[in-house]
């Protein structure tokens, strides 16, 4: 039997991977051998979810458990989803909040917003490493919390078999490919950066056509535009979030405090009847449990090969987005084509902010998070002291009072 552990699993919104798992053809004729195993901080929650993942998987033979007790869920476990939020949507409100404050984008994977989650979570992560690598020393170790590429050295560190995991490089690559009426599986394509942060500078037909080089060629328009104004600048296709260093993007919130209001109604109505999918978890697209986690999972146990990117230490400490083919217990990581353009610029500053960020999460104080905030793009000069501060003050009390990880959600 192959043990599957779901670490987050009380969130409601855990129902779209059961659906995801569902859904997968290449799973189908595995799930009978399955034991998945929901772990949760929240007992209602977790057991409906579980409901919901008995009626749904429960003709393919799975095995599902729910429990609140960390070691209990990650006893014998092969693979351990990590998709934990320490402190809740709550914290990362707060979170939001205090990027917002400060004048900036508040999104929870970048700028001070996401150096802040990181210093927030780094104790309790750091506990989960620890009892997961004692636990179950041998397990695959799939994490999606925010900051990925932070948390996830955050887990390499104590020699976890981890890799972060975003399926936004293939998203970007398939809504060029849309653009330009193509399908994308037929595409050989590059990607160069960190999680959130990176570029697209190769992507080809099989006969050798330089897409980007079509797109020049061809006559502008809305479809294409875009990918025009990115190629001629940066020699490269950029993802969505290039617009936040860009000054292209205009000034934003978060999202936390709608979320935690869908997620409250998601839950009532898996409550009141966990035999089905709840309406409203239509209004969150969650398109990484179908495209990046459940496809990176059949393909570790061997049910078909993945080929998109990870998350994975490339150079000491420093985690990158990194093309990779995998199957079974092999991971090879695809070098990419030599390619050239500013966006280089780009990926060199990208990485430079990265490794002050890890050196200000190994010795924190006010000094080493301002220079992380210094060198990042979002930042305000003028807001630099003042975020170091807060950020520095959180990460102390974090220290005097360390939260325990057990049954968090």
């Not at 003709?59 to 998709?83: K, M, R, W």
């Not at 292209?248 to 979320?259: F, M, T, W």
């Not at 986690?293 to 061997?302: D, E, K, M, S, W």
């Not at 990208?350 to 930042?379: K, S």
């Amino acid at each position: 039997m192959t043990r599957v552990c779901i670490l987050g699993g009380s969130s409601p919104f855990t129902v779209a991977l059961v659906d995801a798992i569902e859904g997968s053809e290449a799973l189908s004729h595995r799930l009978g051998e399955w034991v998945l195993v929901l772990q949760g901080r929240n007992v209602q929650n977790v057991d409906a979810v579980a409901h919901y993942a008995r009626h749904r998987l429960g003709a393919f033979g799975t095995s599902v458990i729910s429990t609140t007790d960390l070691d209990a869920a990650l006893a014998d476990a092969e693979i351990v989803v990590v998709q934990t939020r320490f402190g809740g949507l709550e914290a990362r409100a707060d979170d939001e909040l205090f990027a917002s404050e400060l004048g900036c984008i508040a999104d929870e994977t970048l700028g001070p917003c996401g150096l802040l989650s990181a210093f927030r979570q780094i104790r309790p992560v750091d506990d989960l490493a620890i009892r997961m690598k004692a636990i179950c020393p041998g397990a695959f170790v799939v994490n999606m919390i925010n900051p990925l590429s932070l948390t996830t050295a955050m887990m390499l560190r104590h020699g976890l078999a981890a890799v972060g995991i975003c399926e936004l490089p293939l998203a970007t690559l398939q809504a060029f490919a849309r653009a330009l009426r193509i399908d994308p599986t037929e595409l050989c394509w590059s990607y160069e950066g960190l999680n959130h942060r990176g570029f697209i500078p190769i992507a080809r037909t099989r006969d050798g056509e330089d897409l980007l080089q079509r797109v020049l060629r061809l006559a502008p328009d809305s479809a294409t535009q875009k990918y025009r104004d990115d190629i001629l600048r940066l020699g490269a296709i950029s993802t969505k979030y290039f617009a936040l260093f860009d000054g292209g993007a205009s000034h934003n919130k978060g999202r936390a405090v709608a979320l935690i209001s869908l997620r409250d109604a998601i839950a009532g109505d898996l409550i009141a009847d966990p035999t089905q999918c709840p309406a409203q978890i239509a209004k969150r697209d969650m398109p990484w449990y179908a495209q990046a986690v459940v496809p990176l999972v059949a393909a570790r146990i061997g049910a078909q090969s993945y080929d998109a990117t990870i998350n994975v230490a490339v150079d000491g400490p420093l985690v990158c987005e990194r093309r990779a083919l995998v199957l079974g217990d092999r991971i090879d990581i695809l070098e990419s084509e030599p390619a050239n353009g500013p966006f280089r610029d780009w990926v060199a500053a990208f990485e430079h902010h990265e490794r002050l960020c890890l050196a200000a999460l190994a010795d924190p104080t006010p000094y080493t998070i301002g220079a992380a905030l210094e060198a990042d793009r979002i930042t305000p000069s003028d807001k630099v002291r003042t975020a170091a501060a807060r950020i520095f003050r959180t990460w102390r009390d974090a220290a005097s009072n360390p939260p325990t990880v057990r049954g968090q959600q």
